[in-house]
T-cell receptor, first 114, second 113 residues
C-alpha cells in the first residue's frame, strides 16, 4: 500500500516569513494529493489539493508543487500570519484504489511567531 | 464549518463496552469515510461507504463495523472496547466515490477508562 512521509514534524517561523512542508509518497500510481490544516479541537480542513496531471497550484498565499518523477510534493505558505499556526497534513490517494481512501503523512506542527 | 456533523463530541466509557458514533454527511454528498486519529498512529483510514455500499476498507479491526443508511448518514460501531481504542474518530464525506475532495467533521473523542 501507499506510504507517505512528511517533514519537518515541527516548524517555527517568524510572522511574514515563508513556510515549506515536504512530503514523499511511495506509490507511483497515486493521483490525488490534498493538504489539510487541523486546529486544536477541530477536524482536518482541506486547504488545497493537486492532481497528478498538474505540476503546481496556487491559492492566494498557499501553493502546492508536485514532482511525479521524484514522488514528492510540497506545501508553500507565504507571508505567514499567526492564524496559520496549526498542524498540517499531506495525503495521497492511490490511483489503483477502488475507493477514495487517503493515506496521510505524520503531520507538521507550524508555529508562526508574531 | 465543513457541513459534516458528528455526534457525540465526547464519549467516555469502560473497557469491554460497545459504542456507536454517528455521522451526517454534507448535503449532496453520497460517500462517507471513517478515520481514526491517535498520537502513535496518526490519521488512519478505516472504511468508506458510497450510497449505502461499502467501497473501500482500511485497517479496521474486526471489533469495529460501520454502515450507511438510506438517508446517507453513517454509524461506526466499536465493540469490546480496549484502552488502545481511545482516539479521535473522524467522519468525512465527498460527492462521489472516487477522486473527490473529502471534507471532515470535528470528530468524536473516545476515551476508554
Amino acid at each position: 500500500g501507499e506510504n507517505v512521509e512528511q517533514h519537518p514534524s515541527t516548524l517555527s517561523v517568524q510572522e511574514g516569513d515563508s513556510a515549506v512542508i515536504k512530503c514523499t509518497y511511495s506509490d507511483s500510481a497515486s493521483n490525488y494529493f490534498p493538504w489539510y490544516k487541523q486546529e486544536l479541537g477541530k477536524g482536518p480542513q482541506l486547504i488545497i489539493d493537486i492532481r497528478s496531471n498538474v505540476g503546481e497550484k496556487k491559492d492566494q498565499r498557499i501553493a502546492v508543487t508536485l514532482n511525479k518523477t521524484a514522488k514528492h510534493f510540497s506545501l508553500h505558505i507565504t507571508e505567514t500570519q499567526p492564524e496559520d499556526s496549526a498542524v498540517y497534513f499531506c495525503a495521497a490517494k492511490e490511483g489503483n484504489n477502488a475507493g477514495n481512501m487517503l493515506t496521510f503523512g505524520g503531520g507538521t506542527r507550524l508555529m508562526v511567531k508574531p | 464549518d465543513s457541513g459534516v456533523t458528528q455526534t457525540p463530541k465526547h464519549l467516555i466509557t469502560a473497557t469491554g463496552q460497545r459504542v456507536t458514533l454517528r455521522c451526517s454527511p454534507r448535503s449532496g454528498d453520497l460517500s462517507v469515510y471513517w478515520y481514526q486519529q491517535s498520537l502513535d498512529q496518526g490519521l488512519q483510514f478505516l472504511i468508506q461507504y458510497y450510497n449505502g455500499e461499502e467501497r473501500a476498507k482500511g485497517n479496521i479491526l474486526e471489533r469495529f463495523s460501520a454502515q450507511q443508511f438510506p438517508d446517507l448518514h453513517s454509524e461506526l460501531n466499536l465493540s469490546s472496547l480496549e484502552l488502545g481504542d481511545s482516539a479521535l474518530y473522524f467522519c468525512a464525506s465527498s460527492v462521489a466515490d472516487r477522486n473527490q475532495p473529502q471534507h471532515f467533521g470535528d470528530g468524536t473523542r473516545l476515551s476508554i477508562l
